[in-house]
């Protein structure tokens, strides 16, 4: 059974810093690209970051870089969002993705809030 499942998320204040893991089960995690997504309150979901299975290369939404920062371990089948210097605009439900050419997996979500 497919499982993507992500943790780490939580209220922190503006300025801060979180790590919000995502870990693989039940496919052939080394053989998939990895991204994360955000959806905040009335919004559209938006890609965050995303790392490639072939390379490692990774590339950032235009409103995270310089401040967070995607990797992956496929020895535990896991993928990491550091995030730091949190902005009250980084609020949202983050999801982790797993997607080759022929599937598109989704964990249900972790909820960031950044207020003060």
């Known amino acids: 059974q497919v499982q993507l499942v992500e943790s780490g998320g939580g209220l922190v204040q503006p300025g801060g810093s979180l790590r919000l893991s995502c870990s693989a089960s039940g496919f052939r995690f080394s053989m998939f690209d990895m991204r994360w997504y955000r959806q905040a309150p009335g919004k559209e979901r938006e890609l965050v970051a995303g790392i490639s299975a072939l390379n490692g290369m990774t590339n950032y939404g235009d409103s995270v870089k310089g401040r967070f920062t995607i990797y992956r371990d496929d020895t535990w089948e896991a993928v990491y969002l550091s995030m730091n210097s949190l902005k009250p605009e980084d609020t949202a439900v983050y999801y982790c993705?797993?997607?080759?050419?022929?599937?598109?997996?989704w964990g249900r979500g972790t909820t960031v809030i950044v207020s003060s």
């Open positions: 993705s797993a997607r080759n050419y022929y599937y598109d997996y």
